[in-house]
C-alpha cells in the first residue's frame, strides 16, 4: 500500500511540476557510535528546480517533512529529536508565510539505542516538495542497513549535532550571551545604581574609580567561577537553582535591602565596627579591596534569584562534558556579567575628581533606598510564593509599590524631606522629570489593585490568579472554590483559568483519557520569566485556545515545598541524598529526562512521555509559542 501511494505521490509531482523536476531521491547511512547507540542519517536529493520543507513550518500547513520510525517489533529507542542541517528561510509564495526550506541537499539524523540484535530499522517519511507555483505531497520508505554501519567519527557529530557536542569553546560563548541576557533580569538591573553608590564613595580621584572598577569585575569573575564549580561539585548543579527559591535565602536579603534601604534613607549609617574600621584606616588599599571583593560577592549573591536558572542550565549542560567545562561556562558568564558593571562602576571615579558635586549625592542615595525598598518585597514575595501562605497577594504587593514609589514621587517634588537633605529651594528640571515618570509610573500601578494585568511589570507582582480577587473585582476566594468543585480530580484552576495539573502522573492520566497531548510546563513560584511568559503570551486568544482546548497542561513547580509521602522519597540519582519536597522530585524529573533545570521549560510529550517537537524555553514571541504549540498538536493528531 505504501508503494502504491509513493508512486501517486512521484505521478503528483510530475503533475505539479509539468515534467521539469524529478522526483526527491533518499539515501540513508548508518553510523555506529557503539555496540548499542547509532545514528540514522536519512539525505535527500532535490531537484534543482523545487525545494524541500524543513519539520517545522508555521502555522497549519502540512508542509513538514515528518518521520516515523517503525519500533512495532521493539528492539530500539530513539534518542532525542530527528536533527536536520541549517536550510534557509524564504518568503513561500505558495503557503504565504516564512519557511525553512532546503535545496539540493537535505541531511537528516537521528540518535537511537538498541536493546536487541537488529538488521535494519525501517522508517517512513512524509515530506512536501515545493516551487513557486505549486507544492507536491509525498512520502517514502526508509531502511536502515546497521549491518553496513560504519564507525562513527567525533567530529562528524559535533558538526551535525552542535548542541549536543559542544566544544569548551562554544560552552564559552553561549555562557557569555546568557550572561548579558541575565543583566536584563529585574534581580541584576537595579544592582546597577547600589553600585554606583558604592563606588562614588570609594574612589577619590579618576584612577582610583578605574581601578577599583577593573578589581570589582575580576572579582566578580573569581566568585562566579569558585562558587559555581564548587556547587556544582558538592551539591550538584541542581543546587544554584535551589537557592533561588529557598525560603530563608529570599527572607534574609528581604530583611538585608529593608535595612540598607533604611540606611540610604537617613535612618542611620552603616559603618565598620571601630576595631576593624581602625585597621581599614592604616591600611587602606586593603581595606578598598575587601569592600570591592565584599560588593561583587553581594553582587553575585543576591542576583541568583533571577540569574540562578540561567546558570544552572549552562552548569548542567557544561558538566556533562567534563574537565573544565563547568569553569570555561562560569567564566564566559561571569565575564559578560562583570563587563558592563565594571565599565559602569569606572564613571563614580570621574565624578568625584569635579571640584564641586554638590548635595545631588545625598538625593541619589536616597532614591537607591526607595528603590531597594520596593527590591526588597520582590525577595518576600518570593517566599510567600514558595510557601504558599497568601501573606502577600497580589492587591498587597502592588499597594506597597504604590505607597513606596508614590512618596518616591513626592519626595523628588520636595514635599517630603529627610535627614541630611539640604535646603530645597527650588528643583532642577532633570528632578522634575524624574520625578513626573515615577509620579506616572505610580499612577499606573493603581489599575493593579482591581485586577489589572500590568504587563509593564509582568514578573515582578504575584501572578494574577495568586491574588484576592483572582477573577477580578466582584469575585472571592469562596466564588473560586465553587467554580473549582467542577474541576477533574488533581486538577487546578490556573492562569487565565485554565485547567491545570501539578501531578505528573495524574494529569497524564487524564491526557489519556480524553486523547489530548500534554503540554509539561516545568515553572516554579520565584520563577520571574514564567510569570512574563504567563502574563505576556498565554493570554493571547490563539494560544489561550490551545492552552483551554487542545492540550492537558502540567505545571510542575521545581521550588514546590510540599512534603512528599514516604513511598515519593526516593534517593536522588543527582544528589544521592533522599528527595523530601515535590519541587525537589519535578527538578530531578527534569533534569534526567531533559538534561536541563531552566525554568519556564516547556516540552509537548504524547501519552507515552515522546516530544511531540523540539522543547522551547523563555521565549516572549507571540507568533514562536503559537507555531510551537500548533506543530506538537498537530504531529499528536498525526500518530
Known sequence: MKKVLYLVALLTMTLSFGQKAGPVVWKTVVQKISDTEYILAAEATIPSDCHLYSQNVPGKSTAATTFMFDDSEGGFSLLGNTTENEGKIIEDPVLKIKAKVFEKKAVFKQKIMVSKKLNSINAFVDFTAGNSTALAVQDAELVFDLNKATQFQKETAEGSNNKDQKGLLAIFIISFLSGFAALLTPCVFPMIPMTVSFFTKQSKTKAAGIRNAVIYGISIIIIYVLLGSLVTAVFGADSLNALSTNVWFNLIFFVLLVVFAISFLGAFEIVLPGRLANKVDSQADRGGLIGIFFMALALAVVSFSCTGPIVGTLLVQA???????????????????????????????????????????????????????????????????????????REVFVAVWIAVFGALAFYLFGKITLPHDAPLNHISVGRLGLGLLVLTFTIYLIPGLLGAPLKLISGFPPPVHYSESPDGMGTSKSTVSTAEATLPDGAETGPHNIVTFHDYETGMAYAKKQNKPVLLDFTGYACVNCRKMEEKVWPDESILKHLKNDVVVISLYVDDKRELSEEEKIISKITGEKLEYAGQKWSEFQILKYKTNAQPYYVLIDHDGKALNTPTAYNSDIDFYNDWLEQGIKNFKSL
Open 319 to 393: 558538566a556533562s562534558k567534563g574537565g573544565i567545562a563547568p569553569i570555561a561556562g562560569m567564566l564566559g558568564f561571569s565575564m559578560a556579567i562583570a563587563l558592563p558593571f565594571s565599565l559602569f562602576a569606572a564613571f563614580p571615579g570621574w565624578l568625584n575628581a569635579l571640584p564641586k558635586s554638590g548635595g545631588w549625592l545625598n538625593t541619589v542615595k536616597v532614591v537607591l533606598g526607595f528603590l531597594e525598598l520596593a527590591l526588597a518585597f520582590k525577595f518576600l514575595s518570593n517566599a510567600d510564593l514558595v510557601l504558599q501562605l497568601h501573606f502577600l497577594e
